[in-house]
């Protein structure tokens, strides 16, 4: 017996060092990025708990334990983090939010690392692509309950299995921006496109590596007719079956014109190409 035995011993051990070790990146531009282990962030911020209604789960309440985010921010940027104009959340799966920091002015979060009441860090996701999620090491979470308001922020403003996190003073530096002169219909478009797409796609090479670049070296709206990228956009699994990704979230204000600027951004785009 004896080999297996220890072989088991050792593997639980390890598996649970490792899971000790969760560490996140902070970067901002030129600055050194700094990594930081949980144990080390416990040493310098407080934890708190937060009970917030889980759009993952159809807004089930939820108990969670973690960070206050703006603490974080104050703590490992100093309080000018306020002035800038987005954060950026890399995530293990590929997946990246790009949520505006004016959110975090108006609204309480928390960078969770656990839930009191359960021994793993997942979620059974009711949400109709996927199925249980992964949280670890880090999940942000918004306080729904204190700011009902905060419950129309779409569900990619909560990345989960965080693992860096960036701070982008201007975002007109981007490779996604477009010229400044640009009409207001692509300015927007751009908006919406860095919101409800560049999480999962990217865009010159910029944004989630989940799904296909845009830009380079073909633009999307090269090769897709304009009535079927919108209808895509809408829905994709109209179009083709068995498809991963998401419909455009149904409850979005102006929901036909956003589409309409988001088609009109990425045909701009096409005089803009960038190799990633
Ligand atoms: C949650 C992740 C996710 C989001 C958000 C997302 N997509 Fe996708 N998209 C995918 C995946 C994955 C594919 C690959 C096909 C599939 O399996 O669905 C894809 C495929 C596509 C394609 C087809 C590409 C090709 O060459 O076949 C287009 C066009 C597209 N997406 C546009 C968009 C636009 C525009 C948005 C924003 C309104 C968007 N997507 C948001 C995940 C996403």
Known sequence: MGRGWIWGVLCLCSQFVFAAESVIIFKQESAVPQELSLSQLQQRIPSIELTTAEPHT?????????????????????????????????????FQAMIPVSHFRKYNTVLAYAMPDRALFKLNSEVAYKKEIELAPFYLVWDTEKNLEARKLDINFWPYQVNSIELVRHTENSRTHPPKSSSETVLRGFEAVRQHCLPCHSLNGEGGGKAPEFNYPVNITEYFREEWLKQWIDDPAKLRWNVKMPPLRANLENRPQLIEDIVEYLKFMRNFKQKP
């Open 58 to 94: 159809a807004n089930r309440l939820q108990q969670y334990r973690g960070f206050s985010f703006n603490k974080l921010l104050d703590e490992i940027y100093g309080e000018h983090w306020r002035d800038s104009e987005e954060l950026i959340f890399h995530c293990l799966d590929g």
